[in-house]
């Protein structure tokens, strides 16, 4: 079964400072993409970033980056300079190149505090 | 351009009743996935419709069932409730969700079942 895990139920960053949430999954497949999502408390889900599992180079947009290393199925976050505005519930999510639907983990409530 | 569109916001009913949730795809996407969401949970995948037909399907039973139209709107429909189907329940759409593109999330609907 292919499965995504979030180990870190919560965490807390102060204003300015740098955070990394971590993803681990599991999956037999080779094609796959990975996202973390953004859940703030107005609920609507927003897209952070994505990797193609077929691309080596670690995506960034901004402020976010991710760690990804395909070997050990890892796909960690990383947040820099934190924002009041970074609050929210964070993500991870993978999706098989066979099917159609997003896999979640539980995902990581993130507090930035002034 | 909208975005994803969901109706109600919120709801009661009590177990055993029906309910019917709504959701306006983003404009010209093709693809709609509903997603059920319990309280501190990482959404979980209900079924996904690409022009008019059912594509995937998560482990849900028959009693979960929905539609999507040619203006490429969507509903979910869920008889006989029970009390663990309360939840908040999330559409998103896609152009490109079979290459990896990002899915669009509606704020959900959130449903209590007493």
């Known amino acids: 079964a292919q499965t995504v895990t979030q180990s870190q139920p919560e965490m807390s960053v102060q204003e300015a400072e740098t955070v990394t949430l971590s993803c681990t999954y599991d999956?037999?497949?080779?094609?796959?993409?990975l996202f973390w999502y953004k859940q703030p408390p107005s609920r609507q889900m927003i897209l952070v970033i994505r990797?193609?599992?077929?691309?080596?180079q670690n995506a960034t947009e901004n402020r976010f980056s991710v760690n990804f290393q395909k070997a050990a199925k890892s796909f960690s976050l990383k947040i820099s300079d934190s924002q009041l505005g970074d609050t929210a519930m964070y993500f991870c999510a993978f999706k098989p190149g066979s099917q159609g639907n997003l896999i979640f983990g539980k995902g990581t409530k993130l507090s930035v505090k002034p | 351009e909208t975005g994803v569109t969901q109706s109600p916001t919120h709801l009661i009913k009590t177990r055993g009743q029906q309910v019917t949730l709504r959701c306006s795809s983003q404009?010209?996407?093709?693809?709609v996935s509903w997603y059920q969401q319990a309280l501190g949970q990482g959404p979980q995948f209900i079924f996904q419709y690409y022009r008019e037909e059912e594509n995937g399907r998560g482990n849900f039973p028959p009693r979960f069932s929905g539609l999507q139209f040619p203006n490429y709107s969507s509903e979910l429909n869920v008889n006989a409730l029970e009390l663990d189907d309360s939840a908040l329940y999330l559409c998103?759409?896609?152009?490109?969700w079979g290459r990896g593109g990002e899915l669009f999330f509606g704020e959900g609907s959130r449903l209590t079942v007493l």
């Open positions: 404009s010209g996407h093709n693809t």
């Open positions: 990797q193609e599992a077929y691309k080596q």
């Open positions: 998103a759409s896609s152009l490109e």
């Open positions: 999956t037999s497949e080779n094609n796959y993409y």
